[in-house]
């Protein structure tokens, strides 16, 4: 497979699950300031800027127009929902020929109606579009994308971006303390809220919540089930290694992996903020090995004369 085709994959994966991911942030974000009338808009608002990586400006209030304009509606920048979709399809267009005609047609027509969906009465309606194509993008990646390289890639950026998300999305809960998000509405924003009363058949918990997004081993969303969907990708893509050696990407996402899997639950809920800043290290510099390893920017064709 050609290098630039790979690297496209990558990040169709990567850009649609960060689109879905972020509408589910926005929304439980949104949802807390509504609800409480107590709660700091600019103060929640600059906490979410933050964990999310953007500018925060220095001057005047930032309130929930300012995260939607930066987070949800900007077309230009691919952090944002819109931004992210936009530029799916556009790393889908050079991938063409490669991608299934199903799939490529869903990237398409949901690129085609972003402009009438962006700013609309309610943020939750955009929200919940954004998460049915990306639902139906990640379906069709799965039951009509065979089991080669080109879904490899398309997974293995889809995990690393959902594990980068599901710690950022813990992140704010845990920096916004009492006035943040309950964990049952937690819950609910990742899809997780039946399984896991179907597991535990108890209250909610701030431990067992907690444990079930970030450890849980059969759970999709779960920090750990994308870090080892990752590496198991990788491995897959790269099986024949050197045995003194672990290839860059695998090492990275496969340290931060067992500090979490095998340390004490309370050990890691302790220091969470500081945990889940690991976890964003750990797959930025997964997707750097990445980007090295299989998609090389630097390479340049050299044509070789016949030898007479």
């Not at 399984?195 to 079930?212: D, I, M, P, Q, T």
């Not at 849980?216 to 897959?236: C, Y």
Request: proline letters at 4%.
């Amino acid at each position: 497979m050609l290098s630039r085709i790979a690297e496209s994959l990558f990040w169709i994966g990567r850009y649609v699950e960060r689109a879905d991911d972020t509408a589910r942030l926005l929304d439980v974000h949104l949802q807390i300031i509504l609800e409480d009338p107590w709660a700091s808009e600019d103060l929640a608002c600059r906490s979410l800027l933050t964990v999310m990586d953007r500018p925060v400006p220095d001057e005047g209030l930032v309130g929930r127009e300012t995260v939607l304009d930066l987070l949800a509606y900007d077309r230009f920048v691919p952090s944002s929902i819109a931004g992210s979709l936009t530029a799916a399809r556009e790393n889908a267009r050079r991938a063409r020929e490669i991608l299934s005609t199903d799939l490529w047609e869903s990237l398409n027509a949901t690129w085609n109606q972003l402009p009438t969906r962006v700013r609309p009465a309610r943020a939750h309606d955009y929200f919940t579009w954004v998460r049915e194509r990306a639902a139906m993008v990640n379906g069709l990646v799965d039951s009509v994308t065979p089991r080669d390289d080109t879904w490899r890639f398309l997974v293995l950026g889809r995990s690393i971006e959902r594990a980068d998300m599901t710690a950022r999305l813990l992140t704010t809960r845990a920096l916004a303390g009492a006035a943040g998000p309950g964990w049952t509405t937690l819950l609910r924003s990742c899809g997780a809220y039946e399984s896991f009363l179907r597991l535990h058949k108890a209250s909610v918990s701030e431990e067992r919540a907690a444990g079930y997004l970030l450890l849980d081993r059969l759970f999709p969303r779960s920090v750990l089930f994308a870090l080892n969907t990752a590496e198991a990708m990788l491995l897959e893509l790269d099986p024949v290694l050197e045995r003194s050696r672990v290839e860059d990407a695998r090492r990275h996402i496969g340290l931060v992996r067992s500090s979490l899997e095998y340390r004490p639950l309370l050990e890691v809920l302790d220091h969470l903020p500081e945990e889940m800043e690991k976890v964003q290290r750990a797959c930025s510099a997964a997707s750097d090995a990445i980007r090295s390893r299989y998609f090389p920017a630097d390479l340049t064709t050299q044509w070789i004369g016949e030898a007479l």
